[in-house]
């Protein structure tokens, strides 16, 4: 019989963004801050006899062959457990793609604990994130599933508690490339001494201004200045920070409670100046 569960796949936002240095295997050294958000994709997950994969999505913009990495998180799933099963995955996309909040690597994560579940194979933690982090840097945090701060490549995960902060989202319709981003950051920049002190990033409005530094937000902005333009405008409507998320285009504005939020987020939906852009409200998770 045919076994069908849903999953929730949630987008990211990093709060704090650091580059070390480029290491010998062409990845770079971060330091991060991420938060999951209630912003989510949809996956729709049929184990049944047989075998292959095939992947179905509302988004024609998608690739539904073996590039996608939800298809990529069920092939390494079945070659590391030797499982002999047909899988069909049908997402339904809600988080902006190439947007720096992480759908793709989240997608992957959702699969890889799904099949999972839908197996009674119960690998540890520490094996799905081995082959997570295969797939991409960003899929171990989601398996997480809770804010943390990342080291290495992403793969150091070390959770923490952050305050469930309101953030509006502003995605300008493009697409940026990550490789694209880290191929012109400029690296000359002493950044060794680097300290986040979590404990005060609750209520304290400087403390979250002080946290909001993404060192790929300079790199994009010189390419679109539209960043630069939608963060003014978080700010001038209450928020707290802003920042771009990842290697963008994705703006977020930091907020301390709904209200604000929400508030700001009606106003920018009848900004003409945005209305060709999506415009997103959601909690940290």
Same mark, same amino acid.
């Given at each position: 019989? +045919? ?9 990211? =936002? ?35 006899? !047989?075998? @292959? ?10 690739? $539904? ?11 390494? %799933?079945?070659? *590391?457990?030797?499982?002999? #099963? ?13 947007? @720096? ?9 959702? &699969? ?5 579940? /839908? *197996? ?19 899929? +171990?945090?989601?398996? $997480? ?6 080291? !290495? ?6 959770? &923490? ?9 502003? #995605? ?8 694209? =981003? ?14 986040? #002190? ?21 790199? *994009? /902005? ?31 504005? &930091? %907020?301390? #409670? ?15 100046? %945005?209305?060709?852009?999506?415009? %997103? ?5």
């Amino acid at each position: 019989m +045919p076994s069908i569960q849903t999953y929730l796949s949630p987008a990211k =936002v990093n709060l704090f963004l650091r580059v070390l240095r480029k290491r010998a295997d062409g990845y770079h050294d971060i330091m991060s801050l991420m938060q999951p958000i209630s912003l989510y994709d949809e996956i729709s997950l049929d184990i049944r006899e !047989g075998r @292959g994969i095939s992947i179905e999505c509302d988004n024609i913009s998608i690739p $539904v062959d073996r590039t996608n990495l939800a298809f990529k998180a069920a092939e390494a %799933f079945f070659k *590391t457990t030797g499982i002999n #099963n047909k899988a069909i995955i049908k997402i339904k996309k809600r988080i902006p793609v190439a947007a @720096g909040l992480g759908g793709g690597s989240s997608n992957a994560a959702t &699969v890889l604990m799904a099949l999972n579940e /839908l *197996t009674s194979l119960n690998l540890s933690a520490n094996d799905l994130a081995k082959i997570g982090l295969a797939i991409g840097s960003d899929v +171990p945090f989601f398996l $997480v599933g809770k804010p943390c701060l990342a080291k !290495g490549r992403g793969e150091i995960l070390e959770p &923490v508690e952050l305050p469930k902060f309101w953030y509006v989202l502003i #995605n300008p319709g493009f697409p940026v490339s990550t490789q694209w =981003v880290y191929r012109n950051l400029n690296l000359t920049k002493n950044i060794e001494n680097i300290n986040i #002190n979590i404990s005060k990033v609750s209520k304290n409005i400087v403390a979250i201004q002080r946290l909001l530094i993404n060192d790929l937000e300079a790199v *994009t /902005l010189r390419k679109h200045y539209e960043i630069q333009e939608l963060k003014d405008a978080l700010l001038a409507l209450d928020a707290t920070g802003a920042l771009m998320s990842g290697s963008g285009p994705t703006v977020f504005g &930091v %907020f301390l #409670n709904k209200g604000k939020a929400k508030k700001a987020f009606e106003q920018i939906k009848k900004d003409r100046r %945005f209305k060709d852009m999506a415009v %997103f409200i959601a909690q940290g998770l």
